[in-house]
């Protein structure tokens, strides 16, 4: 065993070499082993909101309108929607479903950018159980999604119904 003249060395040597001995004070911690201030509290979700800086996208009010803005907020940003766009995008999204339930169905059939052909398909009274038609072979919700004119799918739609 090598020997230290200070302690502090030969305590670090020895618990180096697995061959520290364990004192009182560290089976049974004093109030003087104790930290001498409390640890830091829970961060709030408004502090990790500011960090992200997301603070101006959800409104301080917990009204209905609110609510449903900030879960639609949440919605956007889990679906990778960039952070200056969620904003605007959920208020126009709220503006043409009304709720975040509706405004999650048509986002889920159609993706999260779709608010104007969503818009336009609301208008001509087209709803999600149309969508699943097929126009040549080919749903009318997959088309969208591939980028077809809305137009063209309305107006298929409609011929399907006169049919």
């Given at each position: 065993m090598r020997a230290f003249k200070d302690p502090q060395e030969q305590a670090i040597w020895n618990?180096?070499?697995?061959?520290?001995?364990?004192?009182?004070s560290d089976i049974h911690p004093s109030p003087a082993c104790m930290p001498s201030h409390r640890p830091a509290r829970p961060r709030t979700?408004?502090?990790?909101a500011e960090?992200?800086?997301?603070?101006?996208?959800?409104?301080?009010?917990?009204?209905p309108l609110a609510v449903e803005r900030n879960r639609t907020i949440a919605y956007l940003l889990r679906r990778r929607c960039r952070r200056n766009e969620v904003g605007p995008l959920?208020?126009?999204w709220l503006?043409?479903?009304?709720?975040?339930?509706?405004?999650?169905?048509?986002?889920?059939?159609?993706?999260?950018?779709?608010?104007?052909?969503?818009a336009r398909l609301r208008d001509e009274g087209i709803g999600l159980h149309?969508?699943?038609?097929?126009?040549?072979?080919?749903?009318?919700?997959?088309?969208?999604?591939?980028?077809?004119a809305v137009e063209q799918i309305i107006a298929?739609?409609?011929m399907l119904r006169e049919n």
């Open positions: 618990w180096l070499n697995g061959t520290a001995t364990r004192s009182a979700p408004r502090q990790i960090d992200a800086g997301l603070v101006g996208l959800f409104p301080p009010e917990s009204t959920a208020d126009r503006a043409v479903c009304g709720t975040f339930a509706r405004m999650r169905e048509w986002a889920e059939a159609l993706g999260p950018r779709s608010v104007p052909a969503v149309d969508l699943d038609v097929r126009i040549d072979g080919i749903p009318a919700r997959r088309r969208l999604r591939n980028d077809e298929a739609l409609r």
